[in-house]
């Protein structure tokens, strides 16, 4: 059965090709926002907390200060709104899932640039 379901994701799900990116790295995400009939573009620029799922069904979570509060947003990597992620910065971290990000505040909350 996930077989069948696989191959229904490859054939028929389009795929946005966006550039690699995994836990620890800046991104900016760009996404459409529908407020009746208009259509504007907005960003959400943070560090990205985890990968999760694959194929269609994947998606990921960033988390960016919003002045003394953080905000957390899940996108899933299909979602039709999303028109393009850029990779600020790519981040040195030990870990695909770096939930621990959350508790840190001031120096301790900076992740190390890796050069790629």
């Known amino acids: 059965m996930s077989s069948l379901i696989k191959f229904v994701q490859d054939e028929f799900v389009t795929r946005k090709d966006f550039p690699e990116f995994s836990a620890g790295d800046t991104i900016t995400v760009y996404y459409e926002i529908r407020e009746g009939e208009k259509v504007r573009t907005q960003f959400f620029r943070g560090v990205v907390l985890q990968r999760k ?64």
């Open 53 to 116: 799922g694959s194929g269609s069904s994947e998606t990921f979570t960033i988390r960016k200060m919003s002045g003394t509060v953080g905000v957390e947003r899940i996108f899933p990597v299909n979602l039709p709104a999303l028109q393009k992620v850029e990779v600020n910065k790519r981040g040195k971290v030990r870990r695909a899932r770096i939930f621990y990000f959350r508790g840190l505040t001031g120096k301790k909350a900076r992740i190390k640039e890796v050069r790629r």
